[in-house]
């Protein structure tokens, strides 16, 4: 469970983790700099299990693997929005990174609810609201590739 943080369509992976600092190789270090661009508070704010709700079209822009790892780092437990950018969608899977798609949820919930993820049913709750949103469930290849921490570590295990 945790607090979400809620931000519009077409947030593109140079908003996410921008480009002028992908010369940092720490992981921990580079989180620092997440979302910076669009909300300079939320690296110094972000806690384990915060959620980011979005609108459509979530992670465009260039390919790199970066922006789904700096939101894992910085403890986001999931990335909730109507529609991701494939790129962004398979990085995420790739590194262990959970994200589903719904319309209903990205539109309801608002910054600062907090939320409650069941990844098995796809079943998102609204605990400040008391509401709950469906999403597909996650199939049961890409809840292993989660559980494992992502493809080479899924890959390792088999």
Do not use: C, W
């Not at 943080?5 to 580079?30: C, Q, S």
């Not at 700099?33 to 704010?45: G, K, V, Y």
């Not at 398979?90 to 993820?117: H, M, T, V």
Request: charged fraction near 25%.
């Amino acid at each position: 469970m945790g607090k979400a943080y809620k931000y519009g369509d077409n947030v593109d992976t140079d908003v996410i983790i921008p480009a002028r600092n992908l010369n940092i190789m720490d992981p921990v270090e580079l989180a620092t700099h997440a979302m910076e661009d669009i909300d300079a508070d939320f690296a110094n704010t972000v806690q384990s299990g915060d959620v980011i709700v979005a609108g459509k079209n979530f992670g465009s822009g260039s390919s790199r693997e970066h922006a789904p790892l700096v939101l894992k780092v910085s403890g986001v437990s999931a990335v909730i929005a109507p529609s991701f950018a494939r790129i962004f969608y398979r990085n995420a899977f790739n590194i262990g990174f959970p994200i589903l798609e719904s319309s209903e949820a990205a539109e309801k919930i608002d910054a600062g609810d907090e939320i409650e993820i069941d990844f098995k049913t796809g079943i998102i709750k609204n605990v400040t609201k008391g509401e709950n949103y469906e999403s597909q469930p996650l199939p049961e290849f890409m809840a292993n590739l989660i559980d494992k921490g992502g493809l080479v570590e899924y890959v390792k295990a088999k």
